[in-house]
């Protein structure tokens, strides 16, 4: 692909609380925390998926006692809620429709996702997660509102 490569992203937001339906059935929720949507590249492999679950366990994006955002959802022992979502690797520099030629075939998006959750686990994270490759709705309560953007690469 010429210019820009597309890798393995995620999306995280501080949350007062997440919930996942599928078919209009509670499958999933937390309480305060991250909401972490990941999108699979092609190119992504499992150093790529243990890479950003030490980034997004570590990531400083609750306050301390100052007020400050110092502490990682490691260090407060909130949860995190995991949903695949392969848009985040769309295409939009061409015209107005996403092209998703840089997602990852379903079977290997599947593998790097559930590496990635296994990775927060192993690093000592409480994780829920959604359906992969379900139609979901997922509703949360913004906290801040916090929202970034990590890559691998």
Known sequence: MSGREFHLRVLIQRVGWSRVEVEGREVSSTGPGMLVFLGVAGGDDEDDAKYIAGKTADLRIFEDSAGKMNLSVRDTGA???VVSQFTLVADTRKGNRPGFGSAAPPDRAE??????VQELKDLGISVKTGVFGADMAVSLLNDGPVTILLESK
């Open 79 to 81: 949860q995190a809620m």
């Open 111 to 116: 593998r790097l996702y559930e590496r990635f």
